[in-house]
Every structure is written in C-alpha cells, then in structure tokens.
C-alpha cells in the first residue's frame, strides 16, 4: 500500500506546486486584471524621465466595444505633488491606473508620463517608473529578501535592509529567528494583512520609482494598522509624483489634488476644503462616509461595554 501511495504523494506535491504556481500567477493577474495584449512599437526606445509628471490628455477607453468606461478625460499630476482619485465603485478608478501601466491602450486621447506619450516608448520602462502598492499583494514561497527584492533587478542585501527599515518592517523581522530568510507565503510563515503591505511597500522602496500607484492600499486593515500604514505611506511619497486610488475618502484629505470620478468622466477636481464647499458629489460621499464612521464608532463601543 505504502508503494502505492509514495507515487501518489510526489503527485500530491506536483500538484500543490503547480497550484501554486498558478495561484501566484492568478494574484498577479488579477491585480492587474488583464490578458497582456498591448505591444511595443518596433525600435521603441526607452523612456527617460527627467520629470516625473503624469498627464491623461482627452483619454476615451473600453474593455469591449461599445461600452466606454472613461470618458475624454484630462488630468494633470505635477511631480513631487499626490492626487488622489475617488469616485462611485466602476467609476474607472482602477482602470486610470491600468492605463498608467500600460495594460491597455486608450481608444483615443493620450498618457503622458515625464512628458513622453507611453505608447512611443517600451512597456518595460513605463513599468520601471511606477511602483505600485496594490490592494492585495502577492508572497512567493520564497524568503522575505527575495519578496522585497522581487521586481527590482539588480537589488542587493543592503538595498532590501534598508527599504525593509524604511517599510517599519525591522519589528517584524527581529522577531524572527531566521530574520530575512524566514520562507513566507502560503507555505511558509502567515504574515497579517499589514505586514504584507510593509512587504509591498518595502518592495516598491527597493525599486525606487520616481512615481507612485497605491491601489486603495489600507482598506482591509483595522484602524490603527491602518494609520500606521497610511504614515509610512505619506512618508515614502514625500518627493515622489504619487497617485492614490481610494474608496475612503478619509485617507486621502490631505492630497494636493482629488479627483472625482463619476461613469468615467472626470466631474469635480480639487482639495478636500474646496470640495466639502463645493457641495456636489464628493461631498455628498464624503458625509456619507462620515456617517458610516459615526455607526461604526457606536457598534464599536457598544460592543466594548
Ligand atoms: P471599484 O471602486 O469598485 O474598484 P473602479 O472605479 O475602480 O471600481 P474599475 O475597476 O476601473 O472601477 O471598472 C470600471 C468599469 O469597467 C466597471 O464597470 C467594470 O465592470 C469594468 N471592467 C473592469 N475591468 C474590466 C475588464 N477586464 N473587462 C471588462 N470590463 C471591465
């Protein structure tokens, strides 16, 4: 019987390392969402920053055709500043920044990055240029320094030490007897929620970008988590064109410039006074948001006494 099962067992293994495989590639898929379809033009050189502004210039896009999901739309990111973008769920959020990375070409209107139209220059240097720290971020069944190092090519163990100090990971990792070796991951150590945001963070930090996509980074976290997360986050952005796609609004009051989104047209922009004055729809999600706060704090300490 033990003959039989053996065969079984190393299958057993296949299996759960080909799974794997394909659940790492289905993380990485899903958080950019697309079949990789777009192509470099032949003899595309390479974007050189020298700066980091991001523009959307007139930019109409679909997933299928016949139904637009952004609408002529125009916006301007100076470098160093942070703009945040909000809006109704399926306002085309998550699809600027899908563009930004070149997942797909607009339909007409262009993307501009360091004053260089993204579809004249390769994917692989528009992608250089951008770290994201996505929603959910994937761990590969490999150590902790190979998690941060990963993307950034070339990265040593001093790059990954100190990105991982700036990430406020050291708490974390002195904690560990194996320290940036310690194997994480689905078949190693379970990080929290928050720790696998210092790791993406942490990641973004070695590969050093000049501009920063950070996809509704903290909504699955508690609170303090959260603000601990949102503090490090202000921290890595300070000179660095950042921009934020949020769905609470709290996070991002303080962004020199937001933007509202509403079926993919661009319908209010400014700061987060302006726009409570304005009294239009940011302001109405804001209150709204304001209120489902104010139950939570009541569930909260109903829940304490
Ligand atoms: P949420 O706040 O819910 O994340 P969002 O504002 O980020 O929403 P997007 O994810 O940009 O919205 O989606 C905008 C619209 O595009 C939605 O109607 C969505 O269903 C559609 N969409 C998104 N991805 C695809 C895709 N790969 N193929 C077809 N339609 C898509």
């Given at each position: 019987l033990i003959q039989l099962f053996r065969p079984l067992d190393v299958l057993g293994w296949v299996y759960r390392t080909i799974r794997q495989g394909l659940i790492d590639m289905g993380e990485m898929f899903r958080l950019i969402?697309?079949?990789?379809e777009v192509k470099d033009t032949p003899g595309a050189p390479a974007l050189i920053i020298r700066t980091p502004t991001v523009a959307f210039d007139n930019v109409t896009f679909g997933y299928?055709?016949?139904?637009?999901?952004?609408?002529g739309l125009s916006f301007e990111v100076p470098a160093g500043s942070t703009t945040a973008i909000v809006g109704p769920s399926g306002a085309g959020k998550s699809t600027i920044g899908r563009l930004l990375f070149r997942f797909y070409d607009p339909l007409s209107g262009r993307i501009m990055v360091g004053g260089e139209d993204?579809?004249?220059?390769?994917q692989e240097s528009v992608r250089a240029a951008i770290g994201i720290v996505p929603q959910d971020s994937v761990l590969f069944n490999e150590n902790l320094s190979y998690n941060i190092a990963?993307?950034?090519?070339?990265?040593d163990q001093a790059m990954v030490e100190q990105a991982a100090r700036d990430a406020a990971l050291s708490p974390l990792i002195e904690r560990?007897?194996?320290?940036?070796?310690t194997m994480v991951g689905e078949r190693g150590l379970k990080l929290s929620g928050g720790e696998k945001q210092r790791v993406a963070i942490a990641r973004t930090l070695v590969k050093n970008p000049p501009i920063l996509l950070l996809d509704e980074?903290?909504?699955?976290?508690?609170t303090r988590t959260e603000q601990e997360i949102l503090g490090t986050l202000r921290r890595i952005a300070q000179g660095r064109t950042t921009i934020a796609i949020a769905h609470r609004l709290s996070t991002i009051a303080d962004a020199d410039n937001i933007l509202v989104l509403d079926h993919g047209r661009l319908v209010e922009s400014g700061d987060h006074v302006g726009l409570l004055k304005r009294g239009g729809l940011y302001a109405e999600m804001w209150s709204r948001q304001a209120a489902e706060r104010r139950d939570e704090d009541v569930t909260v300490d109903a829940e304490a006494a």
């Amino acid at each position: 019987l033990i003959q039989l099962f053996r065969p079984l067992d190393v299958l057993g293994w296949v299996y759960r390392t080909i799974r794997q495989g394909l659940i790492d590639m289905g993380e990485m898929f899903r958080l950019i969402d697309t079949d990789i379809e777009v192509k470099d033009t032949p003899g595309a050189p390479a974007l050189i920053i020298r700066t980091p502004t991001v523009a959307f210039d007139n930019v109409t896009f679909g997933y299928d055709p016949g139904r637009t999901i952004l609408n002529g739309l125009s916006f301007e990111v100076p470098a160093g500043s942070t703009t945040a973008i909000v809006g109704p769920s399926g306002a085309g959020k998550s699809t600027i920044g899908r563009l930004l990375f070149r997942f797909y070409d607009p339909l007409s209107g262009r993307i501009m990055v360091g004053g260089e139209d993204i579809a004249s220059v390769t994917q692989e240097s528009v992608r250089a240029a951008i770290g994201i720290v996505p929603q959910d971020s994937v761990l590969f069944n490999e150590n902790l320094s190979y998690n941060i190092a990963y993307g950034a090519e070339g990265a040593d163990q001093a790059m990954v030490e100190q990105a991982a100090r700036d990430a406020a990971l050291s708490p974390l990792i002195e904690r560990l007897p194996d320290r940036f070796e310690t194997m994480v991951g689905e078949r190693g150590l379970k990080l929290s929620g928050g720790e696998k945001q210092r790791v993406a963070i942490a990641r973004t930090l070695v590969k050093n970008p000049p501009i920063l996509l950070l996809d509704e980074a903290t909504s699955a976290l508690d609170t303090r988590t959260e603000q601990e997360i949102l503090g490090t986050l202000r921290r890595i952005a300070q000179g660095r064109t950042t921009i934020a796609i949020a769905h609470r609004l709290s996070t991002i009051a303080d962004a020199d410039n937001i933007l509202v989104l509403d079926h993919g047209r661009l319908v209010e922009s400014g700061d987060h006074v302006g726009l409570l004055k304005r009294g239009g729809l940011y302001a109405e999600m804001w209150s709204r948001q304001a209120a489902e706060r104010r139950d939570e704090d009541v569930t909260v300490d109903a829940e304490a006494a």
